[in-house]
């Protein structure tokens, strides 16, 4: 069964404080791995999605990276309007390109100015 | 972009009535979900649909039963919803290899 953990639960930072996320997985094998954010009320929107250890990839001020157990998303000099819950969800290797994906509970990162 | 629309936006029902939640679409995209979010638990898959007529349960699926019968709508119903249903309900569709999903707005669904 696959699982993806994140942490922290929660994490405030100053604007201009950079900062990571994490997301450990556990998986048969990885299809992808892939981070959402949501805004409060609204449905996750996709950011990133990453296929092999090494790999990264990088949108205005976050960058995720990727090993073969855990995933990071790095915030650089955040704002204030990055303040969202970031999801971290895996794809497993033995379905199809449109085969679920399972997803963690989420880091609720808050950016006071 | 892919347009995924659910229906109703907010629900308040009563324990025992059956309920039935929408999620249209305006592509051909052939992989649509449905997910439930609560706290403490994330987003679990309830079911899931890879062409007209085909779905599938996922990790929550007691409770809830799902139709398709075009291309572009999927259906979630709530036979006899129960407290413990209360929940924020995401329809999504897979748009292509590589992009994961696109997720509709939710349905808050109450269960008084």
């Known amino acids: 069964e696959d699982q993806v953990t994140q942490s922290p639960e929660a994490l405030r930072l100053q604007e201009g404080e950079s900062s990571s996320l994490n997301c450990s997985y556990t998986?048969?094998?990885?299809?992808?791995l892939f981070w959402y954010r949501q805004d409060p009320g609204k449905g996750p929107e996709f950011l990133f999605t990453?296929?092999?250890a090494g790999e990264e990839k990088e949108k205005e001020r976050l960058k995720a990276t990727l090993t073969k157990k855990e995933s990071f998303l790095h915030i650089t000099a955040p704002k204030p309007e990055d303040s969202a819950t970031y999801l971290c969800?895996?794809?497993?290797?033995?379905?199809?390109?449109?085969?679920?994906?399972?997803f963690g509970e989420g880091t609720q990162l808050t950016v006071n100015p | 972009d892919a347009g995924i629309t659910q229906s109703p936006r907010h629900k308040v029902t009563e324990t025992g009535t059956p309920v039935t939640l929408r999620c249209h679409q305006t592509?051909?995209?052939?992989?649509m979900y449905w997910y439930r979010q609560d706290p403490g638990h994330g987003l679990r898959l309830i079911h899931y649909?890879?062409?007209?007529?085909?779905?599938d349960k996922g990790e929550v699926s007691d409770g809830y039963s799902v139709s398709r019968s075009k291309t572009e709508d999927f259906l979630l119903t709530l036979e006899s919803a129960t407290s413990s249903q209360t929940s924020v309900y995401f329809c999504?569709?897979?748009?292509?290899?590589?992009?994961?999903?696109?997720f509709g707005s939710g349905t808050r669904l109450t269960v008084v």
């Open positions: 969800a895996v794809q497993d290797a033995g379905g199809t390109s449109g085969s679920r994906l399972t």
């Open positions: 649909s890879y062409g007209v007529k085909d779905t």
């Open positions: 998986v048969s094998g990885l299809r992808g």
């Open positions: 990453l296929y092999s």
């Open positions: 999504a569709i897979s748009v292509g290899e590589g992009y994961g999903y696109t």
């Open positions: 592509e051909n995209h052939r992989y």
